[in-house]
């Protein structure tokens, strides 16, 4: 059942994200898990105060220096990804020079060829990681997620991954690739083994990625080196959590959450 969205209800904007989510879901690109997982992630970014911090601007800085200097940079899509942000995925990619991937979890040939459709649709010119192009396999792990295009992410350099990816994230970084992460939990093991971690809400994150991108691919390389050498990650995920504990103290202080300012 679909519902009208009133655009002065002070939730229209997570509601409607909700409702790509749902119509994701009933076409089989995004996963019955993809639901569960973008709910725990809007959580946070209610601690967040909903808007990208600077914290968050300064690691998508590093992440798309990351990728301008990377010899073969991967994005990796999944499916609530594929639902919310197709076209700037693809215009990252283009700004990038970057292969796009699809790698899932629930993995299905279904989902997969749902997912190239929609990407494809949307512009992108090549998609790998479908079927059999999925031929070989990330080391120590067992889920379907093993499964990678060697043309695509067993050879890149930089991947990037939006949304929570754990235990691949983890793998990636032994293989020796740097791993950009969007994620909203500071805390998660996706943030915390990532090199590069962005703690936004990724409808955010993408848009700011394909803009900063646009800014800084005629820079130097000297410079977008000197960009990625000043970005700690540690320090940063440090900011994050930081800025939610001062929010939850005031939220303490007065009550109530609702009369916070939302983070700028």
């Excluded at 994005?75 to 700004?95: D, F, M, R």
């Amino acid at each position: 059942m679909r519902i009208k969205i009133p655009e002065d209800h002070p939730r229209a904007e997570s509601l409607h994200i909700r409702e790509k989510l749902i119509k994701g879901f009933e076409t089989g690109v995004v996963a019955c898990a993809g639901l569960i997982a973008h709910g725990r992630g809007e959580a946070f970014d209610y601690l967040l105060g909903e808007k990208t911090t600077p914290s968050a601007m300064e690691a998508i800085k590093a992440a798309v220096a990351t990728l301008l200097t990377a010899k073969n940079p991967v994005i990796s899509v999944n499916g609530n990804t594929a639902t919310l942000t197709p076209k700037e995925i693809i215009a990252l990619a283009e700004v990038t020079r970057a292969k796009i991937e699809v790698n899932l979890f629930y993995r299905t040939a279904e989902r997969e060829e749902t997912i190239r459709k929609l990407l494809e649709e949307a512009g992108a010119r090549q998609v790998l990681g479908v079927g059999e192009d999925a031929s070989a396999c990330i080391p120590e792990l067992g889920s379907e997620r093993r499964r990678v295009d060697p043309r695509g992410i067993l050879i890149a350099d930089v991947v990037l991954v939006p949304l929570e990816d754990g235990d691949r994230t983890e793998a990636l970084v032994k293989m020796g690739k740097k791993v950009i992460a969007v994620d909203l939990n500071p805390l998660s093991r996706t943030a915390q083994k990532a090199t590069i971690t962005i703690v936004d809400n990724v409808t955010r994150a993408m848009p700011l990625l394909v803009q900063t991108a646009g800014k800084l691919q005629n820079e130097p390389r000297e410079k977008l080196q000197q960009i990625i050498q000043r970005f700690n990650n540690s320090e940063n995920l440090s900011k994050c959590i930081s800025l939610i504990t001062e929010r939850l103290s005031e939220l303490a202080a007065k009550g109530s959450f609702l009369d916070l300012p939302k983070e700028e």
